[in-house]
């Protein structure tokens, strides 16, 4: 009991252990599930799900290895987010505001690790499903974020946005069809979530430039959008087919896509973070 109220009640200094405690339980429950779902077939059957991305299916309960484990890197930026954010004062304007907005992030970006190890693990057709799923989470969250602060709004715009964006990406995910470079409808959907949310924080860049809004960190912005820009232009390299692939390698370029996205992931937040009010602004969220 003691304990627990200390969990949850900030340091003198501001700092909490909450953040943590909540990403790293996330990250033990979601991996310990997927490599158990991995190991005994809960899934269903290999049906070549994510075979288009190069690596040849190994014998074994991991079908995918340099594709699979390089998910782990979403766990561990994951967890670095949460880090950063047991200290609410080194949260910036908004999401010192709303602290708990920060937690869900890092949670968002872990996910995205078992989400796709779903898919590369077990080719399975469910595993397809959760591994889009895991994406639409969180270009649903930077949509949404991006949204809530345009509109000087709360959280409820933020979650409003989020579930619209979700549920029609995985529409557009289960609908299908073939789009040219990006593969399908639920590729397309993800890439227009972000492009959407990257509109919306050039927005607000430029009402900070002119004084009407916080300041944002452009740099880490900037950074984040060229580390997925690098990721994308690597990914398209790591098809089945393409001259690059090496179906036997351990070194894939669609691992690499993995660990830069979430390093662009964790810049992202940084991005978010480093969020600082105009002195001559008087700025909330409601």
């Not at 890092?106 to 996910?111: D, G, I, Q, S, T």
């Not at 009402?207 to 060229?226: E, I």
Request: hydrophobic share 50%.
């Amino acid at each position: 009991m003691c304990w627990a109220g200390h969990m949850s009640s900030p340091a003198p200094d501001g700092r909490t252990v909450r953040p943590v405690v909540v990403t790293a339980l996330t990250a033990v429950l979601s991996l310990a599930l997927v490599l158990a779902a991995a190991r005994w077939g809960w899934l269903g059957p290999d049906v070549g799900r994510g075979d288009g991305f190069c690596e040849a299916a190994r014998p074994g309960w991991v079908r995918q290895p340099a594709n699979n484990w390089s998910n782990l890197g979403f766990v561990v930026l994951g967890l670095a987010v949460a880090v950063h954010a047991t200290r609410p004062l080194r949260l910036g304007l908004t999401l010192g505001a709303h602290p708990s907005l920060a937690t869900a992030y890092a949670v968002l970006v872990v996910l995205l690790g078992p989400g796709s190890m779903a898919m590369h693990a077990t080719q399975s057709d469910v595993g397809g499903h959760l591994d889009l799923l895991s994406m639409f989470l969180l270009s649903g969250f930077a949509l949404g974020y991006a949204a809530m602060r345009v509109t000087r709004r709360g959280p409820p715009v933020l979650w409003l946005v989020f579930a619209v964006a979700v549920a029609l990406g995985m529409a557009a995910h289960f609908r299908g069809g073939h789009v040219p470079l990006l593969g399908h409808g639920g590729n397309a959907a993800f890439a227009a979530e972000l492009l959407g949310a990257v509109a919306l924080e050039a927005v607000l860049v430029v009402r900070g430039r002119r004084g009407a809004g916080p300041r944002q960190a452009l740099r880490l912005g900037l950074a984040s959008v060229g580390v997925l820009g690098l990721a994308f232009a690597i990914w398209t390299t790591g098809m089945t087919g393409h001259a690059w692939c090496r179906p036997n390698s351990l070194l894939q370029q669609h691992a690499a896509w993995h660990v830069l996205d979430a390093v662009a992931a964790y810049l992202l937040f940084r991005y978010y973070a480093g969020e600082r009010r105009d002195a001559t602004l008087d700025v909330s969220y409601k």
